[in-house]
Nanobody
Framework: VQLQASGGGLVQAGDSLRLSCETS????????????MGWFRQAPGTEREFVAT????????YYADSVQGQFTISRDSARNMAYLQMNSLKPEDTAVYYC????????????????????WGRGTQVTVSS
């Protein structure tokens, strides 16, 4: 199970970016549909924090308060991809963004702790200038 985040870059405040997370390897049961996907971010000198998650069962989504209404998480299971659309970016959104996955069960619950996600990709840097 491998993940790779991409799509970061240097943008100005108010701009938009779409991050992509490509999954590969041999998922359990032969499908990534069985995995919840999450996005986290880490700014210099801070802990890695939860940003958004999408469930495997129903594609339900949940966001950190700081990005609610600004970011949108989605997935394309046919292409084994997950996305994070980021709009109206602010300097405080500057961070390395990571995608993560966890094998889901039937509870359709939202998991926001990084310890709940055993699979991680290499991050992609997002820098927002003022």
């Amino acid at each position: 199970v491998q993940l790779q985040a991409s799509g970061g870059g240097l943008v100005q405040a108010g701009d938009s970016l779409r991050l992509s997370c490509e999954t590969s390897g041999r998922p359990y049961g032969g499908t990534w549909r069985k995995y919840d996907m999450g996005w986290f971010r880490q700014a210099p000198g801070t802990e890695r924090e939860f940003v958004a998650t999408i469930t495997s069962a129903t594609d339900s989504t949940y966001y950190a308060d700081s990005v609610q209404g600004q970011f949108t998480i989605s997935r394309d299971s046919a292409r084994n991809m997950a996305y994070l659309q980021m709009n109206s970016l602010k300097p405080e959104d500057t961070a390395v963004y990571y995608c993560a996955a966890r094998l889901a069960y039937s509870d359709n619950a939202f998991y926001t702790a990084k310890t709940e996600y055993p699979y991680w990709g290499r991050g992609t840097q997002v820098t927002v200038s003022s």
